[in-house]
Every structure is written in C-alpha cells, then in structure tokens.
C-alpha cells in the first residue's frame, strides 16, 4: 500500500538498481530521481526522526528474535517459589525481577512482541475501516457522507475506556479484544483525513479526466484518488502506530487487557505500582520500554510528515 | 471484466453524433444559467468539427453534455443522439462503455489530466485493460505502441515515466494516446493546445489529425483558436451566449459571413494580408452573463450592424440557412452581410456609438 517503507533501510537494492538503469540507459535523465530517494534524504536530515527510526527497527528485531535474546521465559520463575522477589537490578537479573520472582528483562522482551502486534494490528484496522468509509463519504457525498459523518461522530462520542471494559465483559480479556477495541475506535480521524483529501481531489481534473475515458467508480476512487492521498494517511498511520501502544498501555494498566501472564508493558507497570517505594524498577523497565517506543513513532511520524511534503521546507 | 461491447452498429450513413434542440443550464445561488441553448449539429464520421466562441459561451459545456461529465448540468429538453440512440436515457452504466471507448476526450491541460503517482505507460495501458480486458503486459505493450503512434520517441522507456519527467507537448501526445487506445469514434478535444508553448500547438495538432485519420474516427474541436480551425477544421460552429451564432464549412463562415460576431471574432486576430500597422478591430464590451441575457439577439448590446430599437433587442434570432448549402446563422439581417469586409466593419465601430462598458457583466462561467 505504502511506497515508502517503514522500519526498513528505504534506500533498499530495488531502488539503487532503478537508479542505475536510468541513469545507464537515459543519461539525460538522470536528474529524475526516483520520488522515495528524496524522501529519505530529507528524512536523514531530521536527527530526531533518524534516532526514532533505528529504536524501532531496534524494538522490532526484538520482538522478532525474543527467544534468542530473553535468557528466560515470560512466565517461567528461574529460582521457583524460593527465588528472588522484588530484586534489583544485577548481573544475573538486568532488570531485576518482579514480585512473584520472574526475570524483567525477559518479560519485557517479550513484552515487545505483545506492543507491536497489538499497535500494528489495531492500527491497520483502524486504517482500513477509515480509508474504506472516508473514500465513500469523500467520493460520493450527499446522504452518504452525512450518514457515515454521523456516525464517525457517535462514535467520537463513545469513550474508547468505555467501551474496551464492555467489550472485556462481554467476550474476556485477552489481546484479540483489545485490537478489536482499539481498531473500532481508531478509524475516526483516518476517516476525517481521507474523506477531507477525497473531497479536494476529486475536483482535479484528472480525475474528470478518468470518468471521461470511461474508468469505474471503484478504479477512478482506489487506483486514481487514494495514491495521492496517502502521503497524510501514512503520517497519521505512522503515529497512530505510538498512540495505539500507549492505549493499550492504559488500558492493561486499567486490568482490561490481556491477562497474566501475558507480558503487557502496562499490566507490569500495574502489577509494580503498590512496590513503588521499595522496587521502582519493576515500574521503571516497562514504563522506559513504553515511553520510548510511542516517543520513537511519533518522532518518525512527524520526520515524514516533513520529509513526504517538500513545502514545508 | 470486459466492458468492451458493441452497443450498437451504426445502421445508416446517418451522422455519427447529432443534438437536436438542446437546452441545458445550471442552478445556481444567483439564478438559472442558460449554458446551452436551442443547439442542433451534427458530426459524420472523419470530419474535424470546430466549436469556436469567447469564454462562457457554451463551447465546453455543449462538448461536455455529450459524455454525461456535468453532474450539475441539468438538461431541459433536447436530444443527443449517437450513432442513433439517445444518449440522455443511457444508464451510467452504459455511458461508461461509451466513454473512452466510443467516445473520447482529450482536456486543455495535460499536466492536470494525467495522474501524477502513476506511470504513463500505465494510464496509457489502463484504457485497454478495462475496455478490452487484456493483462497488464499486454496492456504496457498496447500502451508502448500508442506512444509511438502519436510520435513519442524512444516509448519503450518512456512508457515507464511519470507525468512530471514529460514536456508539455509530450504529455499532451500521451492524452491523446490514452484517448485514442480504444479507437473511439469521436474524439472531443477542449481547447487541446491551450496549455502548450507555440512551438509545438502546431505538432500536437498535426499528430492529432494524423491519429484521427488512422483510426477513422471524428474530431469535434473546441478552440479558441481561429488559425487552428482554419487549418484543420471541415466545418465550424461559432458559439454565442450559449447559442449558435452561425455554422457551416470553413470557406463559408470565414470567407461568407452571414453574422456579427463571427465576423467581430476574424477581425479581433491579427493576418498576414492585413496593412501594416493597421489596428485590430476588438469587438467592444464582453460577453454577457447567462444569467441575465439581453432581451432579443444576446448579440445585440455588442454588435455593430444592430438596429436598436427594432428587431435586434426584441426578437431572438433562429438559425438559419443563408447560403444555398448548409450555411446557417442566427442574425435577423444575415442577408445584408453578404460582401461586407472587416473595413467595413472597422468604420461602422469606429463612428458607432458602442460604449466598451455598455450594458455588460462578467461572465460567470459554470465550472463543472
């Protein structure tokens, strides 16, 4: 969907051969570069958007290698029932371990995995059912538009806290509840963005254009309109990424996320709170490890934002 | 996923495209604006057909009639008939398997009217993919060789450009070559080289009659470009106010004009024959509001043969035949025109009490 690729080196062989092929073919046209070349170059400029961007790719090998790097499991109590509770920071224990004797470092680990699946699955469908009802309200207008606006602002009305405790009553707490939760709640400002970009685009003429040469509604919405309308939809996506882990944070926090075992950031920060006084780090870790991974999308978030729009320059 | 029908044959040797009697305005906050109205023509196959007129008379929105393109263009009465059938009852369903595949239209801006996140080759293919349902390679070559058709050089690399890395008469050349993938019948081209530098107006539009012979279809041009309908055109309609002021062939309306204002229109651009240092004869005032026309001739405020009070401001003018061909003009003293010269004309608008500001607005052109 996106050409510009997120969490990944942008400057991939893909592009550097396209590169090399114009400029061996069609000398003349070398000046062309490729759009995603300059957007990564003006992207590097922005050193906190650079920073953000290699946490990421950093909490991302984590979450994907986490069996390699965590020395023990989510759950597992390396000293069984007599082990260390509540100890500090040490070699054996980096971060310590928590009040029923499990490794921190492990957990949080771990935890990554929880984060990012959650974030990136709630934020798709978020994406998906914003783009989906935006293109619609944006495209077709008239009662359409007010039906589907009405609704974005029902659902503005509703309390995403609220809800995710109703939805955690009826159908349990568990990981699958809380993307639900955070994906049905999330989709109101990409609706806004998309129906707002589908509303000025469809004024252009090569849109009119498209309709004249006899191209579907379908075609002339998703293939024609939607391309150019993404360059915002990727920056919301991008920070919407950030917000959803903080969400879900929050809504662990609040006991109506997954349960434990399950190594949630939030559900540490709220299993260490009443231990505040006497073992800060088992608050400390998991609120680092949430604090900077949100911070990180949302500093890419706004690196594009500026590298994706040459105007603002 | 074809959409590729034959919707219908042409039965007869009858005209390709025919409106009868159209009439079509817009609901707007300030009135009703009367764009189109009481026009008739018709355009046979391998005519170049020229719509000429000032801004807001009408040329783009009777053009754009024809396609359905105008959501808010309500058409009161009047027919538009393809190939024999009434585009006004099709579904649009149906139009779409009319647009771009039998009818085809080329817009004034070509930076505007290509998609700029795709690649050419791929606009260009598109038009095949979703009229004749063939794949994507097929529809890349397809669109290489519509490139080359309409003389892009070197169209294999080319086709994988975008928009923005084309010249303005390349990109031009690639709407054309989108335009004319599925070899429609009729090609309407709105004011085709407006947007392009001098230099290559001319190659645009050799390479666009070159295409049109190719693929045997019509042209219907709408241009302000007087030059350009003397050079290419086989018939001309002179529009006015959202009316026909005259139509007929190219000798006939340049050379044997029966109106006012077409003969104000060839006075207004400079000629080669003309004495040097001579002025241009402009033609006073502007266009008039379709909101508010004059009453009788729209003309009238503005023309220089009128005789007010009398027939000019009271009776509208119907199209008439003037000639012993199918010269027709709308001017309630076409006859007493027959041998004036733009001198003429020159003198009676220098002694003529014509104000510039005269009983005049600015025109609102609807936008679609």
Same mark, same amino acid.
């Given at each position: 969907m996106?050409?510009?690729p997120?969490?990944s ?5 893909n592009?550097?051969g396209?590169q ?7 000398p003349?046209?070398?000046?062309a570069?490729p ?9 590097k400029?922005?050193?906190l ?5 290699i946490?990421?790719?950093?909490i ?6 986490a ?6 499991g989510?759950?597992e109590?390396p000293?069984?029932t007599a ?8 070699s054996d224990f980096?971060?310590?371990?928590d009040?029923?004797g ?5 957990r949080?680990v771990?935890?990554?995995?929880v ?5 990136l699955a709630a ?7 914003? =783009?989906?009802l935006g *293109?619609?309200?944006?495209? !077709?207008? #008239?009662?359409?538009?007010t &039906?589907?606006m ?5 659902f503005?009305?509703?309390p995403?806290?609220v809800?995710?405790?109703?939805v955690?009553?009826?159908f ?5 509840a809380?993307?639900l939760?955070?994906g049905?709640t999330?989709?109101?400002?990409v609706a806004r963005i998309v129906?707002?970009s589908?509303?000025?685009l469809?004024?252009l003429?090569y849109?009119e ?11 002339i ?6 391309p ?7 920056v ?8 959803t882990?903080?969400s879900?944070?929050a ?6 996320g997954?349960q ?5 950031w939030?559900l540490?920060?709220?299993q260490?709170k009443g231990d =505040?006084?006497?073992? *800060?780090?088992?608050v400390f !870790?998991? #609120?680092?490890?949430?604090? &900077?991974?949100?911070?990180s999308?949302?500093?890419?978030g706004?690196?594009?934002?500026d ?6 320059k | 996923m074809?959409?590729?029908r034959?919707l ?6 009858g005209?390709?495209l025919?409106?009868r009697?159209?009439?079509a305005h817009f609901d707007?906050?300030?009135?009703v ?8 023509f018709?355009?046979h ?5 020229s719509?000429?007129g ?8 009777t ?5 359905g393109?105008?959501?808010t263009?309500?058409?009161a ?12 009852e099709?579904?649009?369903e149906?139009?779409?398997?009319i647009?771009?595949n039998?009818?085809?239209?080329i817009?004034?801006?070509?930076l505007t ?28 070559a397809?669109?290489?060789e ?7 050089p070197?169209?294999?690399k080319?086709?994988?450009?975008y928009?923005?890395?084309?010249s303005g008469?390349?990109r ?7 335009a004319?993938?599925?070899?429609p019948d009729l ?5 085709p080289t407006?947007?392009l530098d ?7 539009l050799?390479?666009?009659v070159a295409i049109k012979?190719?693929i045997d ?25 959202g009316?026909?002021?005259e139509?007929?062939?190219v ?5 044997e ?11 207004s651009?400079?000629r080669?024959e003309?004495?040097?240092g ?7 005032g502007?266009?008039?509001?379709l ?5 009788g001739c729209p003309?009238h405020p503005?023309c220089a043969?009128?005789e007010v009070?009398?027939?000019c401001?009271?009776e509208?003018?119907a199209?008439?035949p ?14 007493t025109l ?7 004309l020159?003198a009676r608008?220098d002694q003529?009490e014509?104000?510039?500001?005269a009983d005049?607005?600015?025109?609102e052109e609807?936008q679609?």
């Amino acid at each position: 969907m996106t050409n510009i690729p997120i969490g990944s080196d942008p400057q991939s062989p893909n592009t550097e051969g396209r590169q090399v092929a114009l400029t061996g073919d069609v000398p003349e046209l070398a000046a062309a570069r490729p759009q995603r070349v300059d957007v990564w170059r003006r992207f590097k400029r922005n050193r906190l958007a650079v920073a953000g961007l290699i946490f990421i790719v950093f909490i991302c090998l984590v979450a994907v290698f986490a069996d390699v790097i965590a020395p023990y499991g989510y759950a597992e109590r390396p000293g069984g029932t007599a082990g260390a509770f509540r100890a500090q920071p040490s070699s054996d224990f980096w971060f310590g371990t928590d009040t029923i004797g499990r490794d921190m470092f492990s957990r949080i680990v771990y935890g990554a995995r929880v984060s990012l699946k959650i974030g990136l699955a709630a934020t798709s469908i978020a994406l998906f059912i914003g =783009l989906v009802l935006g *293109a619609v309200a944006g495209f !077709f207008g #008239g009662k359409i538009e007010t &039906l589907i606006m009405r609704i974005t602002d029902i659902f503005l009305a509703i309390p995403y806290i609220v809800l995710a405790v109703a939805v955690a009553a009826v159908f349990g707490r568990s990981e699958n509840a809380i993307i639900l939760v955070l994906g049905l709640t999330g989709w109101l400002g990409v609706a806004r963005i998309v129906r707002s970009s589908f509303l000025s685009l469809k004024q252009l003429e090569y849109v009119e254009a498209a309709t004249a040469l006899g191209f579907g509604r379908a075609r002339i919405m998703f293939r024609h309109i939607l391309p150019n309308a993404l360059q915002p939809i990727i920056v919301y996506g991008t920070i919407a990424i950030g917000t959803t882990i903080l969400s879900e944070a929050a809504l662990s926090f609040l006991g109506v996320g997954p349960q434990d075992p399950t190594p949630a950031w939030g559900l540490m920060v709220a299993q260490g709170k009443g231990d =505040l006084a006497n073992a *800060a780090h088992l608050v400390f !870790f998991p #609120g680092a490890a949430v604090g &900077l991974t949100v911070l990180s999308f949302v500093l890419v978030g706004d690196g594009l934002r500026d590298a994706l729009d040459p105007r603002l320059k | 996923m074809s959409r590729r029908r034959i919707l219908h044959e042409q039965k007869t040797d009858g005209p390709l495209l025919e409106i009868r009697n159209l009439r079509a305005h817009f609901d707007t906050d300030d009135g009703v604006v009367q764009a189109v109205d009481d026009v008739s023509f018709e355009i046979h196959r391998g005519e170049v057909f020229s719509v000429v007129g000032e801004s807001g008379s009408g040329k783009s929105v009777t053009a754009m009639s024809i396609l359905g393109l105008i959501p808010t263009l309500k058409v009161a009465s009047g027919e538009i008939l393809w190939k024999g059938e009434n585009l006004l009852e099709f579904s649009d369903e149906d139009m779409g398997a009319i647009r771009g595949n039998e009818i085809a239209m080329i817009f004034q801006d070509p930076l505007t009217a290509l998609n700029p996140v795709h690649t050419v080759g791929r606009q260009v293919g598109e038009m095949a993919r979703i009229h004749e349902g063939i794949n994507k390679k097929q529809a890349m070559a397809r669109a290489v060789e519509m490139l080359d058709l309409v003389g892009i050089p070197e169209p294999h690399k080319r086709a994988h450009q975008y928009p923005h890395e084309f010249s303005g008469g390349m990109r031009q050349r690639a709407m054309i070559a989108m335009a004319v993938t599925c070899k429609p019948d009729l090609l309407i081209a709105d004011e085709p080289t407006t947007a392009l530098d001098v230099t290559v107006q001319a190659q645009v539009l050799e390479a666009l009659v070159a295409i049109k012979d190719e693929i045997d279809s019509a042209i219907m041009l709408i241009t302000h470009d007087l030059g350009v309908v003397a050079g290419l055109s086989d018939k001309v309609m002179v529009m006015y106010a959202g009316r026909q002021a005259e139509v007929g062939t190219v000798d006939e309306v340049f050379y044997e004009t029966r109106h006012p204002y077409t003969l104000g229109l060839l006075g207004s651009i400079p000629r080669l024959e003309q004495e040097e240092g001579a002025p241009l004869i402009p033609i006073p005032g502007s266009p008039p509001s379709l909101i508010n026309r004059p009453s009788g001739c729209p003309f009238h405020p503005r023309c220089a043969f009128r005789e007010v009070p009398g027939r000019c401001d009271q009776e509208v003018p119907a199209l008439r035949p003037v000639g012993i061909t199918e010269h027709t003009a709308a001017c309630h003293f076409a006859e007493t025109l027959a041998g004036v010269t733009l001198d003429d004309l020159r003198a009676r608008i220098d002694q003529s009490e014509l104000d510039a500001d005269a009983d005049v607005e600015l025109v609102e052109e609807p936008q679609p």
